[in-house]
């Protein structure tokens, strides 16, 4: 090496521990690099050009480093590679571009992964050489400007998904002419993108991502221009219009195709058999009528089938058996008909959900095939009928079988010892009688057994105590006699037991209570006798002279909430209870004049109190309605006026001057002090302190880039804030259960929940309840219930938080969704949506594992 060379590799020791020296390495991984050595070449993690030895590859990849990426690194000229991906480094991406610029021998720069924060640089780098750029799961927000992608005619791989990008697509991103691969997925990109103009012009794009933003129009035409375009991800945005444009009947090299979860309407696409090299597609949650064509049968490369959360109709094709690598098929909730195809179950398939249809007719027979590798199905709520087929018993690999919701009215299946590895067992209400049999449990993998509201009748067999690893036995509303089985006592994992409504006689085992981790029990509406056992869970429950004890469902939840959406367990029996509400009060109230809470303030501050809602006073709008600041008389004190917007929900001044008195005792650091209201039938007002530092909805929904978003733990903590609140008068008057929409029903305790639950999964993915398009309206709990069920729901979580812990977040989704149940007996309590809350945050030992 020559002088000239030993200078620059000076420079490279130099700029690298000058690097070093804002880092923070916990575990020494950077312990090797010494400001004393000639040259870095043989520290770790360090890569050089043998010919120069100069560095060239600096990759730092997962090694929890955190601190800023500072100084130095400008000093390592000859650097193509530079790799900080999955670390904490923190800080401005527009403080660390002047470094970054002058690197103009870089093609790799992958800074994924970590908490960089800011916007986007107008020009990151000059590279001229720069092909790889991923800046993917970071905190970066605002706009991304025009000139990011002027200088972009080297990239092949573009990623800036997962941080808090918005405003439009500009359309200067037609500059990046490389490009192979761009993902702007998981972020909240909106408008209605020009694609002839920037997207389409990338002829050579192989891979398409932008799901998941807030894109909306139709979806676009002139696709067929990308002849290389293989992957094609759309899904989760608000794109409308009559269907899937023709166009891309001519992607003959798409092997991706995903459009669900927009506001898709028409009937789907017939000439989707003309996608020969189609393996993957999902048009799930939109709107799409009609019927499947039987061309779809010439997919002969088709593995996954997604058309769930639509209205198609007709029956389900029989050509699907020449799809002969299909391995997923989901048609849930739609309005198909008909019998099961039987060539279908010929396929050697891995899942299959054709829950909640209109299909008729009795289980086709299964081929050796299909007992060779099917996983999940789940035929549910349909009017399926006639015997189970005994070839069932050879579904060696089978986890999970749903058949509740029928009316197959047959004996239970004999062979049900067969399954292997069965997990879950769902046969609620699917007129099955006779007996249970001895042999359910021969293999011990079952976890969740559900027979409620059959006919089912005889003892109990004492071969229920092999059901080993039981976490949920529920065999409600049958016709079971004879004794609760001693053997019971065996199930030590079981948490939740549910008897009730039999004919069960004689004592409660004592040897029940020694199941340390029941926390649930229903044995009500049954012929028991005798005393409750005195361990365990039982003590803590009040005896009846005439039926033991019946907990309530939201206790029952607590132990649900950490099963996966794939079990899709109904948490409780769907009988409809009316939402009445209490007696109608005596009190004499004042129509039409402000009423005061605080004796101190007087009565006639103001005369006229629609004269307070001008523009000029506008602070604010809501869901709930607009904000208006006012100054309280000679005192000056400031107070917030909201103008309700409540569609004649509480049309009765009782009513409303129940749920304010309620809401008004709430005493709590992070909720405002109700003051007082006026009523009348066509205007309501609700009187609050002012709060200067802004609510929890401008914290969510209108923070700036100037401002850090709310953490998961703030988020949380938010939550469990909310105890406090009655929350009665925010379900009543914004966030409405369902069953308020007649109006004569009043408000209680199970629609408060409703409104909490909404709340919940506002708090959680940063989204409005109800967000309007163009030409459309998403209801957030709809869509978050729909990603449940194809099994990604952590995608709706609002990536501005970070880093969040998923054992928390998921639970958390799933108690919002039961709160949200569209029956009201299915909810909880607000009591027990507290200590489930609580629960989630000191997660009970031995949580179920997801399925």
């Not at 800023?68 to 000229?77: A, C, D, H, M, S």
């Not at 967000?771 to 309206?777: F, L, R």
Request: proline share 5%.
């Amino acid at each position: 090496i020559g002088h000239d060379d030993n200078i620059n590799n000076d420079d490279d020791v130099i700029g690298l521990i000058a690097f070093k020296a804002d880092i923070i390495d916990p575990s020494s991984h950077l312990s090797s690099w010494n400001q004393d050595d000639i040259s870095p070449c043989s520290w770790k993690f360090i890569t050089c050009n043998p010919a120069t030895g100069r560095v060239i590859d600096l990759s730092l990849i997962g090694l929890n480093l955190s601190g800023k990426i500072g100084r130095g690194l400008e000093k390592v000229q000859n650097l193509q590679v530079l790799n900080l991906a999955h670390n904490n480094f923190t800080g401005s991406l527009n403080g660390l571009s002047p470094q970054l610029s002058v690197l103009t021998n870089l093609e790799n720069l992958n800074l994924s992964r970590n908490g960089l924060s800011g916007g986007v640089p107008p020009f990151l780098t000059n590279s001229r050489k720069l092909k790889f750029l991923d800046l993917s799961k970071n905190l970066l927000s605002g706009p991304v400007p025009d000139e990011f992608f002027l200088t972009c005619s080297s990239l092949r791989l573009l990623s800036l998904s997962g941080n808090n990008l918005n405003g439009p697509i500009p359309n200067s991103v037609s500059q990046c002419t490389s490009l192979n691969h761009l993902n702007l997925s998981k972020n909240r990109f909106s408008g209605s993108p020009d694609f002839s103009k920037s997207l389409w012009l990338l002829s050579r794009i192989r891979t398409l991502d932008l799901s998941h933003n807030a894109l909306t129009g139709h979806v676009p035409d002139g696709v067929v221009s990308l002849h290389y375009l293989k992957e094609l991800f759309l899904q989760g945005n608000h794109f409308t219009g009559e269907s899937v444009p023709v166009s891309f009947q001519g992607l003959s090299c798409l092997t991706y195709l995903n459009l669900g979860n927009n506001v898709l309407t028409g009937d789907f696409p017939k000439w989707i058999g003309r996608l020969n090299s189609l393996e993957y597609l999902d048009v799930s949650g939109n709107g799409l009528t009609g019927t499947v064509p039987e061309s779809v049968g010439g997919l002969g490369s088709l593995t996954y089938m997604s058309l769930s959360g639509n209205n198609i109709s007709g029956t389900i094709p029989k050509s699907l058996i020449y799809s002969s690598k299909l391995s997923v098929v989901r048609l849930r909730g739609n309005r198909f008909n008909g019998s099961i195809p039987e060539g279908l179950f010929e396929l050697g398939l891995n899942q299959i959900d054709l829950s909640r249809n209109q299909l008729t007719g009795s289980i086709p027979p299964g081929s050796s095939r299909l007992f060779e590798t099917l996983e999940s199905m789940d035929l549910s709520a349909n009017g399926l009928t006639g015997d189970i087929p005994a070839e069932m018993g050879l579904l060696s690999k089978l986890r999970y079988l749903n058949l509740s919701w029928n009316n197959f009215e047959t004996r239970m299946p004999l062979k049900l010892g067969y399954f292997e590895n069965l997990t879950v067992l769902d046969l609620r209400n699917g007129a099955f009688h006779g007996s249970l049999p001895a042999d359910i449990c021969n293999s011990g993998s079952l976890e969740i057994l559900q027979l409620d509201g059959n006919a089912l009748t005889g003892n109990i067999p004492e071969e229920i105590g092999k059901c080993s690893s039981l976490y949920l036995l529920s065999m409600s509303y049958n016709d079971f006699r004879g004794f609760i089985p001693r053997s019971m006592s065996l199930l030590k994992k079981l948490k939740i037991l549910k008897l009730d409504s039999n004919q069960l006689s004689g004592e409660i085992p004592q040897e029940l209570g020694g199941l340390e981790n029941l926390l649930a029990v229903n044995i009500s509406y049954n012929r028991l006798q005798g005393r409750l056992p005195d361990r365990g869970i039982f003590p803590s429950l009040q005896e009846s002279s005439l039926e033991a004890v019946l907990i309530s469902i939201g206790v029952l939840v607590i132990s649900l909430l950490n099963i996966s959406a794939r079990k899709r367990l109904q948490f409780v029996s769907n009988a409809l209870e009316s939402c009445s509400s209490s007696s109608r009060s005596t009190r004499s109230l004042s129509i039409g004049k402000l009423v005061w809470f605080d004796s101190k303030i007087a009565p006639g501050w103001v005369a006229n109190p629609e004269s307070l809602l001008h523009k000029a006073a506008e602070i604010g709008k809501g869901v709930f309605g607009t904000v208006y600041k006012a100054s309280l008389g000679e005192e000056g004190r400031d107070l917030a006026i909201k103008n309700l917007v409540v569609s004649n929900m509480v049309q009765h001044p009782e009513d409303f001057d129940r749920e304010v008195r309620v809401l008004g005792k709430a005493r709590h650091p992070n909720l405002v002090s109700v003051k007082g209201y006026y009523w009348t039938p066509n205007l309501q007002l609700l009187v609050t302190d002012y709060a200067p530092n802004g609510s929890l909805q401008s914290k969510l929904h209108e923070w700036s880039t100037s401002s850090q978003p709310l953490s998961w733990p703030k988020r949380i903590v938010a939550k469990l804030d909310k105890k406090v609140m009655s929350n009665r008068f925010q379900s009543a008057l914004g966030y409405v259960a369902p069953e308020l929409a007649c109006q004569s029903l009043r408000v209680n305790e199970k629609c408060d929940v409703y409104g909490f639950g909404v709340l919940i999964l506002e708090t959680v993915t940063g989204r409005r309840p109800i967000e309007y398009g163009d030409d459309n309206v998403l209801i957030l709990e709809e869509q978050v219930k729909m990603m449940l069920e194809e099994g990604n729901v952590l995608e709706c979580v609002d990536e501005s938080m970070g880093e969040y812990p998923e054992e928390e977040v998921l639970p958390v989704v799933k108690l919002a969704l039961v709160c949200t149940s569209q029956i009201p007996s299915s909810r909880p309590s607000m009591a027990e949506v507290i200590q489930i809350l609580q629960v989630i945050q000191t997660p009970i030992p031995h949580r179920m594992d997801a399925y």
